[in-house]
Structures are given as C-alpha cells and as structure tokens.
T-cell receptor, first 111, second 115 residues
Framework: QQPVQSPQAVILREGEDAVINCSSS?????VHWYRQKHGEAPVFLMI?????EQKGHEKISASFNEKKQQSSLYLTASQLSYSGTYFC????????????FGKGTKLSVIP | DVKVTQSSRYLVKRTGEKVFLECVQD?????MFWYRQDPGLGLRLIYF???????EKGDIPEGYSVSREKKERFSLILESASTNQTSMYLC??????????????FGSGTRLTVV
C-alpha cells in the first residue's frame, strides 16, 4: 500500500518555506526522500531510519515520527533549484530493501 | 559515483511484441529494481532482485518478467506488449546488506510507447 503524501502540489516564492508530509499505514523501518526534476531520474536526498535522528542537507531537512509512521520534509528559504516533484519511499523491514513510493508532491518555486 | 545505465531512452513497440529493457550498474550492487512511473500514480514496483538468478515480484508484476544472469545486469521483459504498458520505466540499484543508509540510484529511464 502506497504511503500518502500531502500536499499534492505547492507553489512557493523564492525564500519561502514548505513542508511535505508522508504518512504510512504500516510500521516503517525507514523513510527515503527523493527529488525528480522534469525529464530526469529521481535523485536520493536523504534516509531516515527507525530510531534515528532528524537529518538535514543544507536547507532541506526531514523528520520521522515512528509512533505515527509519518515523515515530513522541510524546505527552508526555497530556491528556484528546489522545483521538482518530491517522493517519499518507505521500507517496512530491515533488509527488505525495496521501497514503496508515494504519488509525489510537485513543488514549484517562482521568482 | 554509481552509474545505472538503461540502454534505451525512448522505445516504440507494437502490440504483441516481446520487449526487452536492459539495465546495467557499475558498482557491484546486489539489489536491483524495476519501477514504472505514470502521471498521478508515482513509482510502482514491478520486480526486484537481491542477487544473481534471484527475483521477487513487486506490486504490479502481471505481464512482466525479469532476468538476472549477471550481477551488474537486470533485464525487464514484456512478454506480449500491450497499450496499457505504455509508461516510463525506471531501473534502480542499491548497496548490499550492511549499508542500509544509502538510497537508490536510478537510471535515466526508458519511455516506452506501445502502439
């Protein structure tokens, strides 16, 4: 069963912040976040493991609430280069390795 | 950097044809995956493989098969192509057991059109 992402789409002006949520009905071992630009392959951003800490990468960070099986991706002071579709991918067991992806959140950053 | 190469960027095939999509990775990864991506549906797992000659069904395996004769190569086969298999196909690989903090590396995709 696919995790549910929200919102489906968001438009930001440069410098604004955004939060993308990912929710699963299954117990999770890890949550991955990927960004896909138009016409390109998805690119790995970060992974959050069960029992792990909040991760960050420059102005993009994420958290994982194990009790609620939810993860959130935080984009602060957005830049034009942040535009794309963001996918969360969930892994239900250590060593299972295959991911189930959400339907994606399209982020558009405008000047 | 890990490289995942898909042999064709665009393919047009006729209904009923047998279609082979090839994927090669250069980092000795054990785990390889095939997804299809459709607008509004995200990425859906077709098949995956943990090792040579091993394969597991994903969420939507019907109408597909796979082959993994060598560690670096994972092929997706459409036994008899149908128009509902028109899609973007993405191959991915991931590091082996013990390196679970790494994510997927995706190939650039094959856009298949079945007419």
């Amino acid at each position: 069963q696919q995790p549910v992402q929200s919102p489906q789409a968001v438009i930001l002006r440069e410098g604004e912040d955004a939060v993308i949520n990912c929710s699963s009905s299954k117990a999770l071992y890890s949550v991955h976040w990927y960004r896909q630009k138009h016409g390109e392959a998805p690119v790995f951003l970060m992974i959050l493991l069960k029992g792990g800490e909040q991760k960050g990468h420059e102005k993009i960070s994420a958290s994982f609430n194990e009790k609620k099986q939810q993860s959130s991706l935080y984009l602060t002071a957005s830049q034009l280069s942040y535009s794309g579709t963001y996918f969360c991918g969930t892994e239900t067991g250590a060593g299972s390795y295959q991911l189930t992806f959400g339907k994606g959140t399209k982020l558009s950053v405008i000047p | 950097d890990v490289k995942v190469t898909q042999s064709s960027r665009y393919l047009v095939k006729r209904t009923g044809e047998k279609v082979f999509l090839e994927c090669v990775q250069d980092m000795d990864h054990e785990n390889m995956f095939w997804y299809r991506q459709d607008p509004g549906l995200g990425l859906r797992l077709i098949y995956f493989s943990y090792d040579v000659k091993m394969k597991e069904k994903g969420d939507i395996p019907e109408g597909y098969s796979v082959s993994r004769e060598k560690k670096e190569r994972f092929s997706l086969i459409l036994e008899s192509a149908s128009t509902n298999q028109t899609s973007m196909y993405l191959c991915a690989s991931r590091p082996p057991t013990g390196k679970g903090t790494f994510g997927y590396t995706f190939g650039s995709g094959t856009r298949l059109t079945v007419v």
